[in-house]
């Protein structure tokens, strides 16, 4: 069965800290990647995609990830996080071709602190 | 990208009785989603609610509890029906245009069942 998996359920930080969020998944074929965020109160945000092409992939507001077929992982980075990065992150896949279904990981809550 | 509202936003309501949502996409999409995200938890998907014929379940989520309109490319329903304080959760639709763009996501409906 698909199945996605976030190691870490919460991470604190400090402002300026690195970051890096792990995203394991199981799946018998190709996959779509993608991590989601929801700030507090706001809806459900791509952060970023990947699809096929260079594994390592860049978002919105400095955060890339790279994908590494061997590990079947797609770990979340920034290099220098921010107070308005506080947010919760979901990894998730769907297989490729076609209009299927989003396995989500359960989510890692970041709180950074100035 | 594309723009997806959702009515209503958030709603208290009694056990026993029924609530529909809507999900209103500002563009015609091939696919619609029907996610929920219980309190503290990931979200799961619900129904692919397809265009002109009878939605998709996935295992654990039945036609009578949980059904689902689809009767143009811009708009989809789904009810809540006879709730129990089980069913306090937010309900999110999604939409994927092409097969080969990331699902976005509408702002959610936030429900509570006394």
Known sequence: AQSVSQHNHHVILSEAASLELGCNYSYGGTV???WYVQYPGQHLQLLLKYFSGDPLVKGIKGFEAEFIKSKFSFNLRKPSVQWSDTAEYFCAVNARGGYNKLIFGAGTRLAVHP | SAVI???PS???CQRGTSLTIQCQVDSQVTMMFWYRQQPGQSLTLIATANQGSEATYESGFVIDKFPISRPNLTFSTLTVSNMSPE?????LCSVDRSGEEPQYFGP????TVL
């Open chain 2, 10 to 12: 958030r709603d208290i």
């Open chain 1, 32 to 34: 779509n990647l993608f």
């Open chain 2, 87 to 91: 069913d306090s959760s937010i309900y």
């Open chain 2, 108 to 111: 959610g409906t936030r429900l």
């Open chain 2, 5 to 7: 509202s959702q009515k």
